[in-house]
């Protein structure tokens, strides 16, 4: 499956481009900034993991400490 993203400014480029897809039969969905965030900082995540610079463990394990105000 592919997927397009396109960074909208208004509600009614949002419109444009959500009745464009839909007349080309394309299954269209939107994502908040706070959802497009969250995207990008598990991507970061799992890229540090791998990268051998970072330890998913040990970000996951500070960011429960700044949760928690400790």
Known sequence: MEYILISTKTKSETAFFLDLLKK??????TLSSEDRE??????????AEHSG????SKVKSH??????GK
Do not use: P, W, Y
């Open 63 to 68: 960011l429960s400490k700044v949760a928690s």
């Open 24 to 29: 080309m039969h394309k299954e269209v969905a």
């Open 38 to 47: 969250d995207i990008a900082f598990i991507a970061a995540l799992k890229e």
């Open 53 to 56: 610079k970072g330890s998913l």
